[in-house]
Nanobody, 121 residues
Framework: QVQLVESGGGLVQAGGSLRLSCAASGTIFSFNVMGWYRQAPGKQRELVADITTGGGTNYADSVKGRFGISRDHATNTVYLQMNSLKPDDTAVYYC???????????????WGQGTQVTVSS
């Protein structure tokens, strides 16, 4: 069973930076996408950024140029470097892993427990 453990959230002033980490453990299939989502109070969960095993990345328009996603294959860890933070970035940030064996087409999704990021003005 796959588990995701997130760390790095906290309180920061506007314009500051934070780095989130998410370490995956367990049996992880070779084809996978790791990413970060966020959910602010009263809003739907939304994609922030994700990265494939091949290194392809995808970002929400609201974070392009400010956030960077990367991964360490050796440790199955994904990072989210968040710079120039704004109060609108305040949310619970969730790590997500979607993976499948190469012989299948259906992805299995696993979520982390979430970590709070609060940006003060």
């Amino acid at each position: 069973q796959v588990q995701l453990v997130e760390s790095g959230g906290g309180l920061v002033q506007a314009g500051g930076s934070l780095r989130l980490s998410c370490a995956a453990s367990g049996t992880i299939f070779s084809f996978n996408v790791m990413g970060w989502y966020r959910q602010a109070p009263g809003k739907q969960r939304e994609l922030v950024a994700d990265i494939t095993t091949g290194g392809g990345t995808n970002y929400a328009d609201s974070v392009k140029g400010r956030f960077g996603i990367s991964r360490d294959h050796a440790t199955n860890t994904v990072y989210l470097q968040m710079n120039s933070l704004k109060p609108d970035d305040t949310a619970v940030y969730y790590c997500r892993l979607a993976h499948r064996p190469i012989t299948r087409t259906t992805m299995t999704t696993v979520w982390g427990q979430g970590t709070q990021v609060t940006v003060s003005s």
